[in-house]
């Protein structure tokens, strides 16, 4: 090849490269892409594009926005802070310091409750759990969902405010205002005499070591096992299955958590009541489509 031909390919290679940078123009700071040089079209991330076609900083939605998709709504805070401008901060009572962008929800640590675990758990809760409602089992003496209430003053425990489930030994009746005519204890409605081998947490028991019916919180031959703590209304009396389950909680034992159901309601089944914006299905677990507006899709089959 002559001297002439090489010449002639390496001004080839130029213009095709020169054409190259004119086709694709160099876009200014914080500029994804851009049409040229001071059009902008999309922008890098944790910026936005104003009408002016310019990127400015998600910051100046809000302090703490990450990503925004416009000058009035953040899509993602920095931990710690929620809402479409990031200026609430997540609850001390979430058990990470994140929580949800859009409206603050979180998963609780122990002693607090509700969507934002801003609530905190009664003192007459028995353990430190409660439900997404603050609902619990109740320490002796008080009664109610969230254990507000408390119990006449001559019951040892009772499951509302007009009667006894469990009297203080030698007394019965609804509010246990009645003696027992025998040493011990004796039948919380009929007064006879019972077994004092049974056990207290019997609701009633015959003459013999089998209790007839455990109060709330008991189950058991014997009424001498406590329910899991998740029970709500206490438990069946011999396989311990609960009866119910305090919101955020499903199965036989209450032992899942609903995790993906808006709010933690869930059926004992674990089917979710409702599902967060974003997600379908029976446990609200599969996210809908892209291509849905908003990414909004019907709770039943994703449909858009």
């Given at each position: 090849?002559?001297?002439?031909?090489?010449?002639?390919?390496?001004?080839?290679?130029?213009?095709?490269?020169?054409d190259?940078?004119?086709?694709?123009?160099?876009?200014?700071?914080?500029?994804?892409?851009?049409?040229?040089?001071?059009?902008?079209?999309?922008?890098?991330?944790?910026?936005?594009?104003?009408?002016?076609?310019?990127?400015?900083?998600?910051?100046y939605?809000?302090?703490?926005?990450?990503?925004?998709?416009?000058?009035?709504?953040?899509?993602?805070?920095?931990?710690?802070?929620?809402?479409?401008?990031?200026?609430?901060?997540?609850?001390?009572?979430?058990?990470?310091?994140?929580c949800?962008?859009?409206?603050?929800?979180?998963?609780?640590?122990?002693?607090?409750?509700?969507?934002?675990?801003?609530?905190?758990?009664?003192?007459?809760?028995?353990?430190?759990?409660?439900?997404?409602?603050?609902?619990?089992?109740?320490?002796?003496?008080?009664?109610?969902?969230?254990?507000?209430?408390?119990?006449?003053s001559?019951?040892?425990?009772?499951?509302d405010?007009?009667?006894?489930?469990?009297?203080?030994?030698?007394?019965?009746?609804?509010?246990?205002?009645?003696?027992?005519?025998?040493?011990?204890?004796?039948d919380?409605?009929?007064?006879?005499?019972?077994?004092?081998?049974?056990?207290?947490?019997c609701a009633s028991?015959?003459k013999?070591?089998?209790?007839?019916k455990?109060?709330?919180?008991?189950?058991?031959?014997?009424?001498?096992?406590?329910?899991l703590d998740?029970?709500?209304?206490?438990?069946?009396?011999?396989?311990g299955?609960?009866?119910?389950?305090?919101?955020?909680y499903?199965?036989?034992?209450c032992d899942f958590q609903?995790?993906?159901?808006?709010?933690?309601?869930?059926?004992?089944?674990?089917?979710?009541?409702?599902?967060?914006?974003?997600?379908?299905?029976?446990?609200?677990?599969?996210?809908?489509?892209?291509?849905?507006?908003?990414?909004?899709?019907?709770?039943?089959?994703?449909?858009?």
């Amino acid at each position: 090849m002559n001297s002439l031909n090489k010449s002639l390919i390496v001004v080839y290679i130029i213009l095709i490269k020169a054409d190259s940078c004119v086709s694709q123009p160099s876009c200014f700071a914080n500029c994804a892409a851009c049409s040229n040089s001071t059009v902008c079209t999309s922008c890098d991330s944790g910026y936005y594009l104003r009408k002016t076609e310019k990127c400015r900083a998600c910051t100046y939605v809000g302090t703490y926005c990450v990503a925004c998709s416009n000058e009035t709504h953040c899509n993602e805070c920095r931990a710690g802070f929620w809402g479409t401008t990031c200026i609430y901060f997540c609850s001390d009572g979430c058990n990470t310091e994140t929580c949800n962008s859009f409206n603050g929800t979180c998963t609780c640590r122990q002693r607090f409750y509700g969507p934002t675990c801003g609530n905190k758990c009664s003192e007459n809760c028995l353990t430190d759990t409660c439900g997404v409602n603050g609902e619990c089992e109740c320490k002796d003496g008080y009664y109610g969902n969230q254990c507000i209430g408390m119990c006449f003053s001559g019951c040892e425990k009772c499951s509302d405010g007009t009667s006894c489930s469990v009297c203080p030994t030698g007394r019965y009746g609804q509010l246990c205002g009645m003696h027992c005519e025998c040493d011990g204890r004796c039948d919380i409605l009929t007064g006879e005499c019972i077994n004092e081998m049974c056990p207290e947490t019997c609701a009633s028991c015959g003459k013999s070591e089998q209790c007839n019916k455990c109060t709330i919180g008991w189950y058991g031959a014997r009424c001498n096992s406590t329910c899991l703590d998740n029970c709500k209304g206490g438990c069946e009396q011999y396989s311990g299955h609960c009866n119910a389950c305090y919101y955020g909680y499903f199965g036989r034992e209450c032992d899942f958590q609903c995790n993906y159901c808006r709010n933690g309601n869930c059926t004992q089944e674990g089917e979710c009541i409702s599902c967060y914006n974003g997600y379908f299905g029976l446990l609200c677990n599969n996210k809908c489509s892209e291509d849905c507006v908003g990414h909004f899709c019907n709770q039943i089959d994703g449909t858009c």
